[in-house]
């Protein structure tokens, strides 16, 4: 079960978990450090945790955003049941994200969701010759 | 500020803007638009006109934790850790 922490309970094993989230992100669409903590610290963005990682979400016309998220341990269907929860507490009939894990794209599946699209990331050789 | 004053019996005896000393017969006072209720004015008797009561104020919670600026470093230094620069 996730646990909203506020962002005065947010310490460093959050932000760990965040650089982490960030790292696995690729470098062009990475976010802003800067503007993860300002969101997190003005309301707009809120951070779930559970127990070994966590994501944070905001909420857009109707959207469930998830902007971050990390987990070692993988439960699909804990998350599902999680985002399912939170998306219709907020009223979302909808869950996008830039998070690239296929373990997410495989909850948001498993609760009726649809992948329209991914991004796939190709490491290219700066000469173009091999 | 829009302040309502009102007498013993809840009736509204002015609504006025800015520091103006409340009517001598006023009884209780509220902010328009402040949810919290009306605060209750004590009449000081030497003088004959009402004194303001303080409202009393809710204990303020310390924000625990570092600070915005420093969980954007402690960020920043975890990142930095994490790829090794």
């Not at chain 1, 219709?88 to 948001?108: H, N």
């Not at chain 2, 470093?73 to 620069?85: I, S, Y």
Request: contains cysteine; aromatic residues 6%.
């Amino acid at each position: 079960m996730i646990r909203w922490v506020p962002f005065e309970q947010i310490g460093i094993r959050q932000l760990t978990e965040i650089a982490k989230s960030l790292l696995a992100q690729p470098e062009h669409c990475r976010l802003d450090k800067a503007d993860i903590i300002d969101k997190l610290e003005a309301g707009f963005w809120r951070l779930f945790e559970w127990d070994d990682g966590l994501f944070i979400v905001h909420t857009d016309n109707g959207q469930l955003v998830i902007d971050a998220m990390t987990a070692s341990i993988w439960h699909r269907s804990l998350l599902a049941d999680d985002l399912k929860r939170l998306a219709a507490d907020w009223l979302c009939d909808t869950v996008k994200t830039t998070v690239f894990d296929k373990r997410l794209a495989d909850a948001i599946v498993k609760i009726g969701g649809r992948i329209e699209s991914y991004d796939v990331i190709l490491p290219v050789n700066g000469t173009g010759h091999e | 500020m829009r302040k309502a004053y009102f007498d013993s019996d809840g009736k509204c005896l002015l609504v006025q803007t800015g520091m103006i000393e409340p009517p001598p017969d006023a009884a209780f006072e509220a902010e328009v638009g402040d949810t919290d209720g009306p605060n209750t004015l004590e009449f000081d008797k030497a003088k004959g006109k009402p004194k303001r009561k303080e409202r009393h104020m809710p204990t303020p919670v310390p924000r625990s934790g570092p600070s915005v600026k420093e969980r954007l470093a402690l960020l920043e230094a975890q990142v930095a850790a994490l790829t090794g620069q």
